[in-house]
């Protein structure tokens, strides 16, 4: 039986992960600071437990796994990587966590690992023109992330790269661009904005205001969780280090994903624009790349995932309300 360590088994992608691999038929043990919030994890077995430990991490890594996934990360939408008030903690978590997870793994002679990076480690000024953002892969670089989240992640896209050049270890690196999906944060400050856009419109009466942060024009693309798993398990079992892409290349403004929400809601709101974090002014995957070396790209419309993900969003506003 195959065996796969999930690291941020307690959060969003991570518990799809999990029962991804379980519908796989492997042994999984998932680790995290909690379980996961909104429904029951798959692993076989679970450690409660902090990363950013380094007898922690000895303590999990007690075997030969044959694939592990490092997810775990102190992590949020823009309601808490833009404002700035995190970014201490967020540079010192998910780094300790990063060199803790992969520097135990190369001493237990574990070769592969996938770490996820983000599409916020593409600079600034590619990403000011809302119709013309660049995200190619190769314009990581002179750097400027517009957050701290983003150089977090590039030093540790590049912790894991040395440790492939200089150690030997068969990392797998993809840029995710804003994974969504049911079973995800939707509220209390952390969630992104496809999960905030459905619980705006899923508790809004009819004809009343859904609040948009800024103007509505900025654009991103949003790749359904499904699609996500896939290039992960794709890029892991390649023998491609990347860094990749993995987003959906069907851009929209925030506007259009406003509108699109309250079709499948089947309400008519008006739009309050108001001040809040906003990040770049345009992202969107591109997916020249991964088509490239993968032969593989996600092809979902958006519309379809978003659907399922208003009608789970939905359900927890009912049950909100109903539970007073
Ligand atoms: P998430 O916040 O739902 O999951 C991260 C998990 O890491 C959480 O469950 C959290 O409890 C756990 N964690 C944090 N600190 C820990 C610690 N010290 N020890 C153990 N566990 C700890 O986020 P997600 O959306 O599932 O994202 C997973 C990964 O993908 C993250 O690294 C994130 O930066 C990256 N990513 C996600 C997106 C996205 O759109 N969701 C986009 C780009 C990159």
């Known amino acids: 039986m195959k065996t796969a360590l999930v690291c941020g088994a ?3 992608i991570g518990s799809h ?14 680790v995290d600071l909690k379980y996961p919030e909104f429904w029951e994890t798959a692993a ?9 430990d380094p007898s922690l991490c000895r303590q999990i890594v007690d075997r030969r796994f044959d694939e592990v996934y490092q997810f ?33 793994c190369h001493k237990r002679n574990i070769k592969r690992i996938f770490y996820s990076s983000s599409a916020c480690v593409y600079p600034e000024y590619n990403q000011l023109d809302p119709e013309n953002p660049n995200c190619s892969e190769d314009s990581a670089y ?21 440790y492939h050049r200089n150690k030997g270890m068969e990392v797998r690196i993809a840029r995710f661009h804003n994974i969504f999906g049911p079973y995800g944060t939707w509220k209390d400050g952390r969630e992104k904005a496809p999960a905030a856009m459905c619980r705006k419109v ?33 890029l892991t079992r390649s ?23 309250m079709v499948i809601a089947g309400k008519k709101l008006k739009k309050d624009h108001i001040q809040g974090p906003l990040g770049v002014r345009g992202r969107n995957s591109d997916n020249r790349l991964i088509e490239k070396m ?20 939905e359900q927890q506003v009912r049950k909100l309300k109903s539970d007073g």
């Open 142 to 162: 002179p750097a400027q992330p517009d957050s701290d989240y983003g150089f977090e992640k590039l030093f540790s896209e590049r912790l894991y790269l040395a």
């Open 239 to 261: 023998d491609w280090t990347g860094p990749v892409n993995i987003g959906s290349d069907e851009m929209v403004t925030i506007n259009a994903l406003a509108d699109m929400a």
């Open 294 to 313: 993968l032969h593989w790209r996600p092809s979902r419309p958006l519309y379809e995932g978003l659907e399922k993900t208003y009608h789970w969003i």
């Open 44 to 52: 076989d077995d679970f450690v409660v437990g902090d990363l950013r």
């Open 202 to 234: 899923a508790m809004a009466p009819d004809g009343g205001t859904v609040e948009i942060w800024g103007d509505g024009n900025q654009t991103r693309s949003f790749l359904y969780i499904d699609e996500c798993l896939e290039g992960t398990l794709r």
């Open 10 to 12: 307690g959060g969003f």
């Open 72 to 104: 775990a990360a102190d992590m949020g939408g823009a309601g808490f990587v833009f404002t700035g008030e995190n970014d201490a903690d967020i540079m010192h978590n998910s780094g300790q966590i990063n060199l803790n997870i992969l520097d135990t």
């Open 17 to 30: 992960m999990v029962r991804r691999l379980k519908d796989e038929g492997f042994w999984i043990r998932g």
